[in-house]
């Protein structure tokens, strides 16, 4: 079998177009666009590019943006301050902190202090509580991308055994919340999950969200699986890679995500989805 492309570039596009239009129409009504702001903290190179190409996505769906960039030594406090400016500010509907921040800063307050009508990461405590229950308003952006990449591509997820390998509080848990309310049988694995190799042929859906090249290799899929790869590595080239070793697990899958072009593009255009839910709420609250 030589499994199907998920595109992500392709699903991206269709949804910031819808958003585009979502903000002309806001911006009509409400004579401003809806405004991000992304406050950086240091120079991770990743960071960077990752800030800037949030910005630019603002800049194509036609949102205001605000790039706050802090200094290394910044303290937890001065943080603090401008996430509070920005809480305050009525042309900003959403903000995040992008991660990862200095090790000297509370990473827990400084994400606590935005305010959750403008939280578009969905990473407070809250969010997760109400993704949990199954109400929430806005979702974490990596898994919410992934399950419109499934609906675009007509895959169902009802009654399907999905395994996700990766329990961080921003990706994997929650990708495991959303599959599980789509109605999957869903099974999440770790670093210290026994035997990864069988868990993961189970998978009818597989999502490994590990942060590890080659860690998922064709003898760990299921004839047939679709796979999604969240993983962003380095090869030995120091070339852009996932956690799915594409060329065998392609011989093998019937659908599989790209790094890059797969599961990346549709993050950001989430944020974009998100920070538009916000504004319009934000809206109607005023
Ligand atoms: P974390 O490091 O927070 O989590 C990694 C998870 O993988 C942990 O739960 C860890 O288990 C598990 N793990 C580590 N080694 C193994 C192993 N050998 N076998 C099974 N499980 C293992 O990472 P993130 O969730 O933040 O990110 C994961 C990857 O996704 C990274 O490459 C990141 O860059 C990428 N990413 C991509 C995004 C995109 O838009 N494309 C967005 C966000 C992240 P344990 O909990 O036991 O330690």
Redesign the pocket.
């Known amino acids: 079998m030589t499994a199907k492309l998920i595109d992500g570039k392709v699903v991206s596009a269709k949804i910031r177009g819808e958003i585009r239009e979502a903000a002309e129409a806001f911006k009509a009504e409400r004579k401003r666009a809806p405004g991000l702001a992304v406050v950086r903290v240091g120079e991770d190179p990743a960071s960077i590019v990752y800030v800037r190409n949030k910005l630019r996505a603002c800049e194509e769906v036609g949102f205001y943006s605000e790039p706050h960039i802090l200094s290394e030594d910044v303290t937890t406090e001065e943080v603090i301050k401008v996430i509070e400016s920005l809480n305050a500010d009525p042309n900003i509907d959403g903000m995040l902190v992008q991660l990862p921040i200095p090790r000297h800063l509370d990473e827990k307050k400084i994400l606590a202090a935005v305010s959750d009508d403008k939280d578009v990461d969905a990473f407070h405590t809250l969010d997760a509580g109400h993704l949990t229950l199954g109400d929430a308003n806005v979702l974490p952006?990596?898994p919410a991308?992934i399950m419109e990449m499934l609906k675009h591509y007509d895959i169902e997820v009802a009654g399907k055994e999905c395994v996700v390998?990766?329990?961080?509080n921003?990706?994997?848990r929650p990708m495991a919340a959303l599959l599980l309310a789509a109605d999957g049988t869903v099974t999440i694995?770790?670093?210290?999950?026994k035997d990864?190799g069988s868990v993961c042929r189970r998978a009818d859906i597989l999502v490994s969200?590990?942060?590890?090249a080659k860690?998922i290799t064709a003898d760990m899929v299921k004839e047939g699986a679709v796979v999604v790869d969240?993983?962003?590595?380095r090869n030995e080239e120091g070339k852009l890679c996932g956690?799915v070793d594409f060329d065998a697990v392609s011989e093998v899958a019937s659908y599989i995500t790209p790094v890059p072009g797969g599961?990346?593009p549709?993050?950001v255009t989430m944020l974009m989805k998100n920070t538009l839910i916000a504004a319009k709420n934000a809206a109607e609250n005023n």
């Open positions: 952006c990596t991308g390998v990766g329990r961080s921003i990706v994997g694995a770790h670093s210290r999950t990864l969200a590990v942060g590890r860690v969240v993983g962003m590595n956690d599961v990346g549709m993050t």
